[in-house]
């Protein structure tokens, strides 16, 4: 929408039908995020959360007008996944929480397949965000995790309150802010699908819920909210996107303050046929297969480019200590110790220094030590999961070795490198920079 506006007002937002709270409840028959609701709370408990919204308002605006481009770089946001149940069926299993990743990656990267459902009068405003997402390697204290925390509770189910995330009320404290991404997993009451914090709220509770039922793309997740778009859409509202129609109900008032989304009377839900026509925003009407309106799973498959802008400002800006987070970086080895020219002091063991000089341009060096002779792989992975380098596979002596990686032919941006010899496995982040 074409507004902007300063002043955040939250109104309460469609209550969906529902039955009983258990795992036997009746699936929603609409979208309903709780989001706005929670602002309101948010800000009634916290007078001064309103003048840090302006303020963040601000910096996005200036961010915006100050890079009128973007440049090549991907982010990529360490996510721990919190999963609180009380029966066995909200223990979702770690492939439905994999598959839940694997939708944000494509959704945000714009790899969803059924992108191509965007009618052809809003192709053009589709785009690449550019936002990876990563299940945690390393917990706050540097140790191995999966990124997965399971807490069992007495809860029968959890409301929009935000006791899930307090150990103290059933739930489970969330990791550092300031590096991760939390997303609580459990049975949410009142037939709400999902909520999140927007920035600028506190560090104590900011993150994202989401009902176990409407989570990933498998075990437990349930049509029509079964392919993801559930969590896509509340890590929206996490990255400082409104609600496409602006939260003005169905006034055409309101603003999602986004410059490249359609003005819009109130949100559209199920599958609605292009083209939808409110608030005399013809010929081509609502852009209601946006992740940000309330239709169907099936039927949402696009950020704008101005919404992807308005993400990364916000990354760059208030949620910039998720840039130098190393929440997915190789897990920290004990009593490693390197010299100042990275190479290890420890023969007996199987060691992946991190490579130097690192940001780098366009080589760089990786060493490691072989405690033992064997086939070795290294290889390097951009932040899709796609090799695009093979630098060593081939038999290799005990001992410290040196290899000098090019990345001439590669774009700026967040790589993997990974060894490997045997039962051996170890991986390091480097950062391209041109």
Same mark, same amino acid.
């Given at each position: 929408?074409?507004?902007?506006?300063?002043?955040?007002?939250?109104?309460?937002?469609?209550?969906?039908?529902?039955?009983?709270?258990?795992?036997?409840?009746?699936?929603?028959?609409?979208?309903? /995020?709780?989001t706005m609701e929670v602002l309101d709370r948010l800000m009634k408990e916290d007078p001064d959360?309103?003048?840090?919204?302006?303020?963040?308002?601000?910096?996005?605006?200036?961010?915006?007008?100050?890079?009128?481009?973007?440049?090549?770089?991907?982010?990529?946001?360490?996510?721990?996944?919190?999963?609180?149940?009380? &029966?066995?069926?909200?223990?979702? *299993?770690?492939?439905?929480?994999?598959?839940?990743?694997?939708?944000? $990656?494509?959704?945000?990267?714009?790899?969803?397949?059924?992108?191509? =459902?965007?009618?052809?009068?809003?192709?053009?405003?589709?785009?690449?965000?550019?936002?990876?997402?990563?299940?945690?390697?390393?917990?706050?204290?540097?140790?191995?995790?999966?990124?997965?925390?399971?807490?069992?509770? &007495?809860?029968?189910?959890?409301?929009?309150?935000?006791? @899930?995330?307090?150990?103290?009320?059933? =739930?489970?404290?969330?990791?550092?802010?300031?590096?991760?991404?939390?997303?609580?997993? /459990?049975?949410?009451?009142?037939?709400?699908?999902?909520?999140?914090?927007?920035?600028?709220?506190?560090?104590?509770?900011? =993150? @994202? @819920?989401?009902?176990?039922?409407?989570?990933?793309?498998?075990?437990?997740?349930?049509?029509?909210?079964?392919?993801?778009?559930?969590?896509?859409?509340?890590?929206?509202?996490?990255?400082?996107?409104?609600?496409?129609?602006?939260?003005? #109900?169905?006034?055409?008032?309101?603003?999602?303050?986004?410059?490249?989304?359609?003005?819009?009377?109130?949100?559209?839900? #199920?599958?609605?046929?292009?083209?939808?026509?409110? /608030?005399?925003?013809?010929?081509?009407?609502?852009?209601?297969? $946006?992740?940000?309106?309330?239709?169907?799973?099936?039927?949402?498959?696009?950020?704008? &480019?101005?919404?992807?802008?308005?993400?990364?400002?916000?990354?760059? #800006?208030?949620?910039?200590?998720?840039?130098?987070?190393?929440? /997915?970086?190789?897990?920290?080895?004990?009593?490693?110790?390197?010299?100042?020219?990275?190479?290890?002091?420890?023969?007996?063991?199987?060691?992946?220094?991190?490579?130097?000089?690192?940001?780098?341009?366009?080589?760089?060096?990786?060493?490691?030590?072989?405690?033992?002779?064997?086939?070795?792989?290294?290889?390097?992975?951009?932040? *899709?999961?796609?090799?695009?380098?093979?630098l060593v596979d081939n038999y290799l002596e005990a001992g410290r070795h040196s290899i000098n990686?090019?990345?001439?032919?590669?774009?700026?941006?967040?790589?993997?490198?990974?060894?490997?010899?045997?039962?051996?496995?170890?991986?390091?982040?480097?950062?391209?920079?041109?």
């Amino acid at each position: 929408m074409k507004k902007f506006a300063f002043i955040f007002l939250a109104l309460l937002l469609p209550v969906s039908l529902f039955a009983q709270d258990g795992d036997n409840a009746s699936i929603p028959q609409s979208r309903n /995020c709780s989001t706005m609701e929670v602002l309101d709370r948010l800000m009634k408990e916290d007078p001064d959360y309103q003048e840090r919204l302006n303020q963040i308002e601000l910096q996005v605006q200036d961010y915006l007008k100050s890079n009128p481009e973007r440049d090549n770089l991907i982010i990529n946001i360490p996510v721990v996944v919190h999963v609180v149940y009380r &029966t066995t069926a909200q223990n979702i *299993s770690t492939s439905q929480i994999q598959s839940q990743i694997n939708v944000l $990656n494509a959704d945000f990267r714009k790899l969803n397949s059924d992108v191509s =459902g965007v009618p052809q009068a809003f192709a053009g405003l589709a785009t690449d965000c550019q936002i990876n997402f990563c299940l945690a390697t390393r917990d706050p204290n540097g140790a191995v995790t999966t990124g997965i925390t399971r807490t069992k509770t &007495t809860k029968t189910s959890f409301s929009t309150n935000d006791y @899930v995330k307090k150990t103290s009320r059933g =739930g489970k404290d969330p990791w550092p802010a300031s590096s991760y991404l939390n997303i609580w997993v /459990c049975n949410l009451s009142g037939g709400v699908l999902g909520y999140a914090q927007f920035p600028g709220g506190s560090a104590t509770t900011d =993150g @994202v @819920v989401i009902g176990y039922k409407y989570f990933g793309t498998t075990g437990a997740a349930t049509y029509p909210f079964n392919l993801g778009r559930t969590a896509t859409h509340e890590v929206g509202h996490w990255l400082n996107l409104r609600h496409i129609w602006g939260d003005d #109900g169905t006034g055409c008032t309101g603003s999602d303050l986004v410059s490249d989304t359609p003005n819009q009377g109130g949100y559209n839900f #199920g599958c609605p046929s292009f083209p939808k026509v409110s /608030c005399s925003n013809g010929p081509n009407g609502d852009l209601f297969m $946006n992740y940000m309106d309330y239709t169907d799973d099936r039927c949402m498959f696009m950020f704008t &480019t101005g919404q992807s802008g308005r993400m990364n400002a916000t990354i760059s #800006g208030t949620r910039a200590s998720l840039l130098s987070s190393s929440g /997915c970086a190789a897990p920290i080895v004990e009593n490693q110790e390197e010299t100042n020219d990275n190479i290890s002091l420890s023969p007996d063991k199987f060691v992946l220094n991190q490579n130097h000089p690192n940001p780098f341009n366009p080589t760089t060096s990786i060493s490691f030590n072989l405690p033992a002779a064997g086939q070795v792989s290294l290889k390097v992975f951009d932040i *899709s999961g796609k090799e695009v380098a093979g630098l060593v596979d081939n038999y290799l002596e005990a001992g410290r070795h040196s290899i000098n990686f090019d990345a001439s032919a590669l774009s700026s941006g967040v790589y993997y490198y990974k060894l490997a010899s045997g039962n051996n496995v170890s991986m390091r982040k480097m950062l391209l920079i041109k």
